[in-house]
């Protein structure tokens, strides 16, 4: 008669760790990858739209790159972009800031285009960057 002990237990240690990792379940989402998936087409007049994620203190934003296929920034593909992004914000998100760059690098005013869309809770850092409030980019993709 063989004593249990002296086979290996490895094996068994194994495939019982591989068996219950299965069982703990797909790993939680993270909020960005809602506006990311959202936004992975981008709209007429912008080659790429980008997003990521900071803090600034206790506030959570997103931040949006448009990347513009000509030298300025094209209103109707920002609209287009705030729109989706707006349906999709995860509550987690404070702020969404928006900086253009156009297909070669350079900056773009996002100053002009914002404004022409009525945003009224934007802060603008400066023509090239804003800062507008969570709840603006929900209510304009609910108006729209």
Same mark, same amino acid.
Request: proline fraction near 6%.
């Given at each position: %008669?063989?004593?249990?002990?002296? &086979?290996?237990?490895?094996?068994?240690?194994?495939? *019982?760790?591989?068996?219950? !990792?299965?069982?703990?379940?797909?790993?939680?989402?993270?909020?960005?990858?809602? *506006?990311?998936?959202?936004? &992975?087409?981008?709209?007429?007049?912008? =080659?790429?739209?980008?997003? $990521?994620?900071?803090? $600034? #203190? +206790? /506030?959570?934003?997103?931040?949006?790159?448009? *990347?513009?296929?000509?030298?300025?920034?094209? *209103? =109707?593909?920002?609209?287009? !972009?705030?729109?989706?992004?707006?349906?999709?914000?995860?509550?987690?998100?404070?702020?969404?800031?928006?900086?253009?760059?156009?297909?070669?690098?350079?900056?773009? $005013? @996002? =100053? !002009?285009?914002?404004?022409?869309?009525? +945003?009224?809770?934007?802060? %603008?850092? /400066?023509? !090239? &960057?804003?800062?507008?409030?969570?709840?603006? @980019?929900?209510?304009?993709?609910?108006? #729209?």
């Amino acid at each position: %008669m063989k004593r249990f002990a002296s &086979r290996p237990l490895g094996p068994v240690m194994l495939g *019982v760790l591989v068996a219950l !990792t299965g069982c703990a379940g797909a790993a939680p989402q993270s909020p960005l990858e809602a *506006v990311e998936a959202a936004i &992975r087409d981008a709209p007429a007049g912008l =080659d790429e739209v980008r997003a $990521d994620e900071g803090i $600034d #203190g +206790f /506030s959570r934003h997103v931040l949006l790159v448009l *990347v513009a296929s000509g030298d300025e920034l094209p *209103v =109707d593909g920002v609209t287009e !972009t705030l729109d989706t992004v707006g349906d999709v914000l995860p509550e987690e998100y404070d702020s969404v800031h928006v900086v253009a760059r156009s297909a070669s690098g350079d900056r773009l $005013d @996002v =100053d !002009t285009a914002l404004e022409s869309l009525g +945003f009224s809770e934007t802060y %603008m850092v /400066s023509p !090239t &960057r804003a800062h507008i409030t969570a709840s603006a @980019v929900r209510a304009f993709a609910s108006e #729209g």
